[in-house]
């Protein structure tokens, strides 16, 4: 479900196995022009549809298999998800990352809010779309609640090309999805303000420092953290151009305008983790700053000021 670049790669992915697969489309236009050109132009537009992979518009299309992957942006997963059936047996498998600004609960959460008796999970860590869909040796985590349901997950979804490890710790792969875009927004800045490489790795350390922490305090096991799905996925997104939070944190401190269009969830996990942050009692510094960037309500040079400046203390 969500025919974006990387609903689209996963798709793609799994098709070239053999086994039937259906890509939705939100337009019945998308659909057709999806279907006609045998690729998605507007995204991939050098990764051809493998013959089992079909593309629908028709809701009931997508029903019945043995999962329903979500891949629409977090803020929209509430209302996409509104219109599917309430009562099936089919898993839904989240491919989204961050944090819901209305109610602080990420991709899992946001699902078992709106259908509570529906096996869910997430598939996430260190992938971009165009490494996906053209078959270069991807690994992500595939967090399920449910140890059974999350092996069936694993059989299921894993490919020749698609390597996925299996944890029940939800939370803690949801956590370190969405934080790791808080971190690269942080990165971008740095680079794009022109403080060098050093100053990065810095950033990228005392950020992952910060994901632990509140790893910590909201129930996530730190080896979760520490795993494809945190540690790996921060690697990637904190130090390429192809990551759009790493491009926004680059604009935020070169003090460009972004192109408002492209979807950037860490910017919303800013700062709804600075909330939830602010009413647990935990120490924030970097998602607090980067909170403030994507507001407006600070500079990178006071951002900068305000990080130097924190009290001394043992690492």
């Given at each position: 479900m969500g025919a974006?670049?990387?609903?689209?790669?996963?798709?793609?992915?799994?098709?070239?196995?053999?086994?039937?697969?259906?890509?939705?489309?939100?337009?019945?236009?998308?659909?057709?022009?999806l279907d006609k050109l045998r690729c998605n132009s507007a995204y991939l537009p050098d990764a051809v549809f493998p013959d089992s992979l079909k593309v629908a518009q028709d809701l009931g299309a997508i029903m019945g298999g043995k999962a329903l992957l979500i891949a629409v942006p977090l803020q929209h997963m509430r209302a996409a998800i509104?219109?599917?059936?309430?009562k099936t047996e089919t898993p839904w498998v989240a491919c989204c990352k961050g944090i819901e600004l209305s109610t602080g609960l990420g991709p899992t959460g946001v699902l078992n809010d709106a259908s509570p008796n529906m096996v869910t999970a997430i598939l996430t860590g260190p992938s971009f779309a165009a490494d996906i869909a053209i078959g270069r040796p991807t690994a992500l985590t595939l967090a399920c609640k449910d140890a059974t349901s999350g092996a069936r997950l694993q059989a299921a979804?894993?490919?020749?090309?698609?390597?996925?490890y299996r944890t029940t710790d939800t939370i803690g792969a949801e956590l370190g999805g969405a934080l790791k875009n808080?971190?690269?927004?942080?990165?971008?800045?740095?680079i794009g303000a022109g403080l060098g490489?050093?100053?990065?790795?810095?950033?990228m350390t005392r950020g992952f420092a910060e994901m632990q922490r509140i790893g910590r305090a909201l129930g996530a096991r730190t080896d979760t953290l520490a795993g494809l799905s945190g540690l790996g996925d921060l690697a990637l997104t904190c130090t390429s151009d192809l990551s759009r939070n790493y491009r926004l944190g680059v604009s935020l401190g070169r003090g460009d305008i972004f192109d408002p269009k492209i979807t950037v969830e860490g910017a919303a996990?800013?700062?709804?983790?600075s909330k939830i942050a602010r009413q647990k009692e935990i120490d924030t510094p970097i998602t607090n700053i980067v909170a403030r960037l994507v507001e407006g309500s600070t500079t990178v040079k006071d951002a900068i000021d305000s990080l130097m400046t924190r009290p001394l203390k043992e690492e």
């Amino acid at each position: 479900m969500g025919a974006g670049a990387f609903g689209t790669a996963l798709a793609i992915a799994l098709a070239k196995t053999g086994q039937p697969v259906t890509l939705w489309c939100r337009t019945s236009e998308q659909a057709r022009n999806l279907d006609k050109l045998r690729c998605n132009s507007a995204y991939l537009p050098d990764a051809v549809f493998p013959d089992s992979l079909k593309v629908a518009q028709d809701l009931g299309a997508i029903m019945g298999g043995k999962a329903l992957l979500i891949a629409v942006p977090l803020q929209h997963m509430r209302a996409a998800i509104s219109v599917l059936p309430q009562k099936t047996e089919t898993p839904w498998v989240a491919c989204c990352k961050g944090i819901e600004l209305s109610t602080g609960l990420g991709p899992t959460g946001v699902l078992n809010d709106a259908s509570p008796n529906m096996v869910t999970a997430i598939l996430t860590g260190p992938s971009f779309a165009a490494d996906i869909a053209i078959g270069r040796p991807t690994a992500l985590t595939l967090a399920c609640k449910d140890a059974t349901s999350g092996a069936r997950l694993q059989a299921a979804l894993t490919t020749p090309t698609l390597r996925l490890y299996r944890t029940t710790d939800t939370i803690g792969a949801e956590l370190g999805g969405a934080l790791k875009n808080v971190m690269a927004i942080a990165c971008g800045a740095v680079i794009g303000a022109g403080l060098g490489d050093s100053a990065r790795a810095a950033t990228m350390t005392r950020g992952f420092a910060e994901m632990q922490r509140i790893g910590r305090a909201l129930g996530a096991r730190t080896d979760t953290l520490a795993g494809l799905s945190g540690l790996g996925d921060l690697a990637l997104t904190c130090t390429s151009d192809l990551s759009r939070n790493y491009r926004l944190g680059v604009s935020l401190g070169r003090g460009d305008i972004f192109d408002p269009k492209i979807t950037v969830e860490g910017a919303a996990t800013a700062q709804a983790m600075s909330k939830i942050a602010r009413q647990k009692e935990i120490d924030t510094p970097i998602t607090n700053i980067v909170a403030r960037l994507v507001e407006g309500s600070t500079t990178v040079k006071d951002a900068i000021d305000s990080l130097m400046t924190r009290p001394l203390k043992e690492e």
